[in-house]
């Protein structure tokens, strides 16, 4: 049988000393997957690996805890971005992208979070890809800008709480694979 995991970071540098050997393992399980991007080294390094082998796909985006200081820096990773997907054919989504109110306390940075969200729902829609979600004590926030922005392709919620209406109102909007965490790692 073979299986399909949405979501992984084993470009992440704790792979480093035995990636190669996990990512074997894996195939030989009859897996494949998408090295989910989170940054734009983390997008490139997902791509790098989707170029490297059949089985590995990618997504690029910027996480909410990826946001960069000024909004600036944000706009110039985010052109870096969308032509990083636009020029990968195995880059199958933009993501991991949405809200993170849990560690971000700033007003200020919460608002670019909440810009970078919007931008990358653009950028999802102009390459008509899905988007993958990230959302963490935003729920309100991140409903609010779906519900307004619609997302052409749709996506998955990858981490979110488990909460009843964020099903419910995900469901209505189409986002119909839902992938929960109930802790706040």
């Known amino acids: ?5 949405n979501h992984a970071h084993l ?15 894996i195939y030989s399980q009859g897996v494949s997957f998408i090295s989910a ?12 690996l989707s170029k490297k082998y ?8 910027i996480s909410p805890n990826d946001i960069p200081q000024t909004e600036e820096e944000l706009w110039k990773m985010l052109e870096k971005i969308e032509i990083l997907a636009k ?13 993170d109110y849990y560690w971000e306390k700033d007003e200020k940075m919460r608002e670019l ?11 999802a829609n102009r390459l008509e890809l899905p988007i993958v979600i990230h959302t963490r004590e935003a729920i309100m926030d991140t409903l609010k800008i779906l519900k307004e922005h619609d997302s052409k392709n ?10 009843r209406e964020l099903v419910k109102e995900g469901l ?9 965490r109930t802790n706040n790692i």
Do not use: W
């Open 1 to 5: 049988m073979e299986l399909f995991d």
């Open 11 to 25: 470009d992440d540098e704790k792979f480093d000393s035995d990636r190669e050997e996990i990512i074997e393992k």
């Open 37 to 48: 991007g989170y940054s734009l080294e983390g997008s490139k390094k997902a791509i790098e």
């Open 54 to 61: 059949d089985f590995i796909y990618a997504t690029c985006g």
């Open 87 to 99: 020029e990968n054919e195995k880059v199958l989504a933009i993501g991991e992208i949405g809200l």
């Open 113 to 123: 979070q909440r810009r970078a969200f919007l931008e990358q729902i653009n950028i």
């Open 154 to 163: 749709k996506g998955v919620f990858h981490c979110c709480p488990l909460n």
């Open 172 to 180: 209505k909007l189409r986002i119909l694979y839902i992938i929960c």
